[in-house]
């Protein structure tokens, strides 16, 4: 049982790691499509007080203020959205380096069991080899 949880230890490992990306990516998406909700209500909520304030007079400065206020805000979500791509494309990279270690570990896992089976045969052979030879000298000695 001991030597079937270390040959098998290092591939449960990787795959934990690479679950572990994919739930991290799928919250990573999840946050981006918030911040591009908001942004698109922003939108709108400046395009409804711009068409309702165009009629009224002295509107001008208000207009002006409430529009310095929304593009700040949106700078800020802009800048938001962009802070999680980075995040995304960071962890894309990180996926990419796990998924390139973990396909190294599993062919240093086949090597290793193709030199493992390679070593049984030749014990195998050495063995019904000095079995052979024990036989010929009992038969000798007879």
Not at 37 to 43: F, I, M, N, S, V
Not at 53 to 71: K, P, Y
Not at 123 to 136: H, I, K, P, T
Request: no cysteine; net charge neutral; charged share 20%.
């Amino acid at each position: 049982m001991r030597g079937f949880l270390q040959q098998w230890s290092a591939l449960i490992a990787a795959v934990l790691v690479v679950l572990s990306i994919v739930a991290t990516r799928n919250t990573l998406r999840t946050q981006l499509g918030g911040v591009q909700d908001r942004l698109t209500a922003l939108e709108k909520h400046l395009e409804s007080i711009r068409n309702a304030l165009e009629g009224s007079q002295g509107i001008g400065v208000r207009m002006a203020t409430l529009d310095i206020r929304v593009h700040e805000q949106l700078q800020k979500l802009m800048a938001q959205r962009e802070t999680s791509l980075e995040r995304h494309e960071q962890d894309t990279f990180n996926t990419q380096e796990a998924m390139q270690g973990l396909q190294t570990t599993v062919d240093t896992i086949a090597t290793m069991t193709q030199r493992i089976a390679f070593v049984e045969e030749m014990l195998l052979e050495m063995q019904g080899s000095l079995a052979e030879m024990r036989q010929q000298r009992t038969n000798a000695n007879r």
